[in-house]
């Protein structure tokens, strides 16, 4: 029997079968010759969970759903900039040193977005704040603001279920608004989190280490690992959020923590790491009039890029059937795909919403065919035997029938 094979009776057009793991690292490792110890690692590679989430990741073509994330936020940011810094101006702006730091906050994360400490940047959020938001017009211009702004919520929200291979949620209109409204309110919350958490950890930290009789080296540090893990658990919770109410994704709890985890690192990383990156922008003369903009795609698109790979690994996805060949996917046919127009595609393997065609079957060839089997009794024993054969199905039929709604 060849390696990977499929035994299938081929019954069922839509019958889904996934290749068969065919080494451990051990085995893999153990493979005589240099080409048939690559050709093993590759296959152990592609059953490990790393190779299948980042297929998955893959087919789902996560790095263009993040471009589209990134476009879409570069006409959602200013309204969603305007909705936020007019509401937190509102409630919290009277206090200076919290609105200095949510605009440091801000511009950590986007460097020349916004005007802040005598620095220029692309927008003064003085200007960004609605001056009566209380009245009609005022109130329109709030709504179509937060149609706008909820919109980069939309591409991150269907982006997630991909990478889970959600293609529907049935849920209302109104509800989907809803969900899109929440995750921008969550966002923002989590600006507003991390500043504040900045904020408490430099004058109550510092108060507190100085009473005690800490260094001042010392005391610096702790303070700054008390900041990034405080921002570490936003993070986790803002992605958690995301998930489980935003894209309504019902993940074990198993791999749920473990994505958690995995985003909160990929998340710090990409701030200490992704901040010197985007800040170098703003130092090229070529890139200096569009820093910002070129800022805004990067740092968006390298921050979605994170969190569709953590979906795809919590989704933790069986290796995909790949085709063996053109027939296997009725490449070669007119048409190749499937069309109400020509009934026969219809009853190709394929995904019933999407119309994506699964490889077929009966067309692999590493498919063995089981062979037909000869009855052992023939004649009047024979017919009696298939009689009897028949009854016993009928009634299974029937009991399944009773049994199941």
Same mark, same amino acid.
């Given at each position: ?15 889904? #079968? ?19 110890? %690559? ?6 590679? +592609? ?68 005007? /802040?400490?005598? +620095? ?19 109130? %329109? ?8 702004? #909820? ?5 991150? +929200? ?41 904020? /408490? &950890? ?28 405080? &921002? &570490? ?12 109410? %935003? ?46 903009? /070129? #800022? ?32 296997? %996917? ?76």
């Amino acid at each position: 029997m060849a390696k990977n094979a499929q035994v299938t009776t081929g019954a069922d057009p839509y019958h889904h #079968t996934y290749p068969e793991g065919a080494h451990t690292l051990k085995s893999a490792l153990s493979q005589e010759g240099a080409g048939a110890k %690559i050709k093993a690692l590759l296959s152990w590679y +592609k059953d490990s969970r790393l190779g299948r989430f980042l297929a998955r990741y893959g087919v789902q073509r996560g790095a263009l759903l993040a471009g589209g994330i990134s476009y879409t936020a570069l006409f959602s940011l200013f309204a969603a900039l305007a909705i936020g810094i007019t509401v937190f101006m509102a409630l919290l702006g009277s206090n200076e040193q919290l609105r200095e730091s949510v605009f440091k906050a801000i511009n950590s994360a986007m460097p020349g977005l916004i005007t /802040v400490g005598g +620095k220029e940047g692309l927008v003064d959020p003085e200007s960004l704040v609605l001056s009566s938001p209380f009245t009609l017009a005022g109130l %329109i211009a709030l709504i179509s603001l937060l149609l706008s702004a #909820t919109r980069v919520m939309q591409a991150l +929200k269907v982006s997630i279920r991909d990478m889970f291979g959600i293609t529907v949620m049935p849920v209302s209109a109104l509800s989907d608004k809803l969900r899109d409204a929440a995750g921008f309110v969550v966002i923002a919350l989590s600006v507003l989190a991390t500043a504040a958490v900045g904020v /408490v &950890a430099s004058t109550a930290g510092g108060t507190i280490f100085a009473a005690i009789g800490l260094p001042g080296g010392i005391g610096s540090f702790l303070i700054r690992v008390l900041v990034l893990a405080g &921002a &570490a658990l936003i993070d986790a919770g803002v992605f958690w959020m995301l998930v489980r109410f %935003i894209a309504a994704v019902k993940v074990p709890k198993a791999d749920l923590l473990k994505g958690l985890v995995v985003f909160a690192l990929g998340a710090g990383i990409l701030r200490w790491a992704g901040t010197s990156l985007v800040a170098s922008v703003s130092d090229n003369p070529l890139l200096a009039s569009a820093a910002a903009l /070129v #800022t805004l795609l990067l740092w968006v698109n390298l921050l979605a890029r994170v969190t569709l790979m953590v979906c795809a690994f919590m989704a933790n996805p069986p290796r995909p059937a790949i085709p063996a060949n053109r027939e296997h %996917i009725h490449a070669d046919e007119t048409p190749n795909y499937i069309s109400v127009t020509y009934p026969h595609t219809l009853a190709w393997p394929h995904q019933s919403l999407t119309g994506a065609i699964e490889p077929d079957p009966k067309h692999d060839p590493l498919t063995i065919e089981t062979a037909p089997r000869t009855p052992k009794w023939g004649g009047l024993v024979g017919r009696y035997k298939t009689w009897r054969l028949q009854h016993l199905r009928r009634r299974l039929q029937k009991a399944e029938a009773d049994y199941y709604l």
